[in-house]
Each structure stands twice: as structure tokens, then as C-alpha cells.
């Protein structure tokens, strides 16, 4: 049972545009969630997280959106660049024991940005 | 400053054959984390140190792997008797704290079993 899903497997989005990637979780004590960004053959790069309290954190390019009620979040890169090129995922931590401090991650989204 | 590394980067084993996998995390760093990436997948939580505790190895898959960090600095993950479903990219991750903050990964080592 896949608690954090990213539904789109890829996504191509031209340069100087909104790239948007999106993420669903099932857990509801999911409490803490984060993007990484990963090249290949590399280990995945902290990029940028938000916790339950909020509903935007921004950085720079990057913002990601959380809406509780939906159990959805999403990364908006704003403009996109040529070398944000690489798979993102999306992961979650959460509750008591285990949950506190195991982050649970979606399958990835690759994306393309096409300059 | 450096951030984790990890060693080999790639290894292939024969079947049947014993292998470590080393991490050694950021300076300072309470938590230790392995995890599991299979391809086309995302990491999978194997097991978390805290200092030199063990404190969950709950995601090892079987009892042929086995995770240490004896001076709460580097860590070695031990994989007995290799299997062809052992082959994945191994994740080594650091915190500075264990909960609700981000973990810093390795480049992984790519194990392949033959």
C-alpha cells in the first residue's frame, strides 16, 4: 500500500515556464513532508519541505503548496531551467515511533525541462 | 563542509557472496539512516541509528543484512550470502536530529548480484 503516490511517472515543460509536480499521501499522521531532487547516478538533494502548520513555504524558485484536506502537496519551479532536468521525489515523516523520523517516498517524477 | 559519502560506489557480487557497504555521514550528525532503492522506485527506510544505537531495523528484509555504526560515526551495512534480489542502490542518509527534519544522502552504492 504506497502511502505517498506521485501519479505522473514524467513531465516536460518548456524553459521560463511553471514546472508543477504533484503528490498524494494516505497517511493522515503524516505531519512533515519534503522534496529531494535526484541525478543520475547521484544521491538524492534536499530541495525544499513544509510542515503540517503551514500551507506555502517559498524558496527561491521553489515553493511547494500543502492542502491537509486533500492529503495533496505540490512543487511549483518557477521559472524552469534546463538544468532542473532530474527526477523529483516527494517524501513524508510523521506520528509517533517509527513514523517520527522514517521518511516514506512517492516513486518519482521526472522531469524535463526543454530550452 | 563534506557531505556524506559512501563506499563503493559500485559493486557486483556473485551470488552467494558477502559485501559491506560503507557510509560515512556529515561531521556531527546524531542520525544515521540506510535505505533501499530499487529501480524505477523510491528509497525504502531499512534502518536508523541514533549515535551508536541501533534504534530500527525494521525495513532490513531478511537476516542476512546487517547494519553497524560502533563509534557513532561510520557505518557499515553487511549483506551475507548475497541474492540476485538484493541488487538495488544502496542510501545512506544523515540528520542532524532524528525526527520531522531533512535527511542528507550519500550518491549510493549501485550493488549488482550475478
Known amino acids: 500500500d504506497q502511502q505517498v503516490k506521485q501519479n505522473s511517472p514524467s513531465l516536460s515543460v518548456q524553459e521560463g515556464r511553471i514546472s508543477i509536480l504533484n503528490c498524494d499521501y494516505t497517511?493522515?499522521?503524516?505531519?512533515?513532508f519534503l522534496w529531494y531532487k535526484k541525478y543520475p547516478a547521484e544521491g538524492p538533494t534536499f530541495l525544499i519541505s513544509?510542515?503540517?502548520?503551514?500551507d506555502k513555504n517559498e524558496d527561491g524558485r521553489f515553493t511547494v503548496f500543502l492542502n491537509k484536506s486533500a492529503k495533496h502537496l505540490s512543487l511549483h519551479i518557477v521559472p524552469s531551467q534546463p538544468g532542473d532536468s532530474a527526477v523529483y521525489f516527494c517524501?513524508?515523516?510523521?506520528?509517533?515511533?517509527?513514523?517520527?523520523?522514517?521518511?516514506?517516498f512517492g516513486k518519482g517524477t521526472k522531469l524535463s525541462v526543454i530550452p | 563542509g563534506a557531505g556524506v559519502s559512501q563506499s563503493p560506489r559500485y559493486k557486483v557480487a556473485k551470488r552467494g557472496q558477502d559485501v559491506a557497504l560503507r557510509c560515512d555521514p556529515i561531521?556531527?550528525?546524531?542520525?544515521l539512516f540506510w535505505y533501499q532503492q530499487a529501480l524505477g522506485q523510491g528509497p525504502e527506510f531499512l534502518t536508523y541509528?541514533?549515535?551508536?544505537?541501533?534504534?530500527?531495523k525494521s525495513g532490513l528484509p531478511s537476516d542476512r543484512f546487517f547494519a553497524e555504526r560502533p563509534e557513532g560515526s561510520v557505518s557499515t551495512l553487511k549483506i551475507q550470502r548475497t541474492q540476485q534480489e538484493d541488487s538495488a542502490v544502496y542510501l545512506c542518509?544523515?540528520?542532524?536530529?532524528?525526527?520531522?527534519?531533512?535527511?542528507?544522502f550519500g550518491p549510493g552504492t549501485r550493488l549488482t548480484v550475478t
Open positions: 541509528f541514533q549515535n551508536e544505537a541501533q534504534l530500527d
Open positions: 497517511n493522515s499522521m503524516f505531519d512533515y
Open positions: 561531521s556531527g550528525h546524531v542520525s
Open positions: 517524501a513524508a515523516s510523521g506520528g509517533s515511533g517509527a513514523g517520527s523520523y522514517q521518511l516514506t
Open positions: 542518509a544523515s540528520s542532524p536530529t532524528g525526527t520531522n527534519y531533512e535527511q542528507y
Open positions: 513544509i510542515s503540517s502548520i503551514k
